[in-house]
C-alpha cells in the first residue's frame, strides 16, 4: 500500500505567517506529535536562509534525525528542496551560480547520508523557467551530475508548471535513471490541468505526489474547497500503477489545530488510497 506523510512543518506553528518554512525551534516536536497521531512518514524541507545549520547539513543533526526517527517509528524518504526554489541556480551568473550549484551538491549527499532517495526540486514560482538558456543551464548541470545521483541513490523528481505536453518534452531530456516528477494536485488545480490528461502523458515518470487543494489561479485552500479532482486523480494513478508516496502539503489550520487538521486529512487520503488502489 502507498504510504501517506505530511510535509515538515505542518504540525507545529507557522514560521512568519508562511505556509511553508523549515520550522528551526520546533522540528523535534514534530517526531513525537506525528507518531502520537499514527503518521509514520514526513518529508523534509529546506530553505535557502539558514541552509547550513538545517540539522540535515550538519553531522551532529544527522544523527539527531536519525535518533529521532527510530524512537518515534518515522521514516523520511524525500525532501523539498524549497532553497533551491528560493535561490534558482539556474537563474545565476559566474561565482554566485558556482556557490548555488555546490550547495546542491551538499545537500544531495547529506540526503544520502540521511537515506533520504527523492528530491522535489519545484521549478516554479521564483524557479520557473522563463527559456531556453535557463532550462540548458539547469539541464546541463543535472546531466553532468547524474552519475553522483546514481551512485548516491538519489532521484531528482521536478515540480514544475508546465503544460502537459511540455512538461513531457522537458523530463524526456533527462534518463530515467535518476530523474521523474513531483505531482501536486492543487497546482495542476490552480493552473487549470486536466488531471487525466496530464497522468496519461507524463504518468510513468511520476516519483512522488503532493496532496493539497487549490482553487484555479488561487491559493492553497482545505481539501475538498478547491478545484482539485481528487476522485479523478487517484483513479488515474491506479492505472498507472503509482506505488510512491503521498504528502500532505495542505492548507495550514486557522485555528492553530494542527494535529487535528492533519490528522483529517491523512484519514480522507488513506480512505482514497482504499477506494481507488486495488
Not at 91 to 96: F, S, T
Not at 112 to 121: E, G, P, Q, T
Not at 180 to 187: A, K, R
Not at 192 to 208: C, P, V
Request: net charge neutral.
Amino acid at each position: 500500500m502507498n504510504n501517506v506523510g505530511f510535509m515538515q512543518g505542518r504540525l507545529v506553528d507557522q514560521i512568519d505567517g508562511k505556509i511553508q518554512a523549515f520550522p528551526t525551534l520546533q522540528w523535534e516536536e514534530e517526531f513525537e506529535i506525528a507518531n502520537q497521531l499514527g503518521i509514520s512518514l514526513m518529508e523534509w524541507t529546506i530553505d535557502d536562509f539558514n541552509f547550513e545549520i538545517n540539522p540535515l547539513m550538519t553531522k551532529n543533526g544527522r544523527e539527531k534525525i536519525d535518533f529521532l526517527c527510530k524512537k518515534y517509528n518515522l521514516k523520511i524518504n524525500s525532501l523539498t528542496a524549497d532553497c533551491v526554489m528560493q535561490a534558482p541556480f539556474w537563474l545565476e551568473k559566474a561565482e554566485k551560480q558556482k556557490k548555488l550549484k555546490e550547495k546542491f551538491i551538499s545537500m544531495v549527499k547529506a540526503c544520502h547520508d540521511s537515506k533520504i532517495k527523492i528530491i522535489v526540486l519545484p521549478v516554479v514560482d521564483n524557479g520557473s523557467i522563463n527559456n531556453l538558456n535557463e532550462e540548458l543551464s539547469l539541464r546541463n548541470f543535472l546531466i553532468k551530475n547524474k552519475n553522483l545521483f546514481e551512485n548516491l541513490n538519489i532521484k531528482i523528481a521536478f515540480e514544475s508548471d508546465l503544460s502537459p505536453k511540455k512538461l513531457l518534452q522537458f523530463i524526456n531530456k533527462f534518463p530515467e535513471s535518476c530523474f521523474g516528477i513531483n505531482y501536486d494536485i492543487g497546482n495542476s488545480a490552480s493552473l487549470g490541468f486536466d488531471t487525466k490528461e496530464e497522468i496519461a502523458t507524463y504518468g510513468s515518470r511520476i516519483l512522488n505526489v503532493h496532496i493539497k487543494d487549490r482553487v484555479h489561479n488561487g491559493s492553497t485552500v482545505p481539501l475538498g474547497n478547491g478545484n482539485a479532482d481528487f476522485e479523478s486523480t487517484f483513479n488515474e494513478l491506479n492505472k498507472i500503477q503509482y506505488k510512491g508516496d503521498f504528502i500532505l502539503q495542505t492548507a495550514r489550520a486557522e485555528d492553530n489545530n494542527h494535529s487535528l487538521v492533519l490528522k483529517d486529512y491523512f484519514n480522507l487520503t488513506t480512505q482514497l488510497i482504499k477506494l481507488h488502489f486495488k
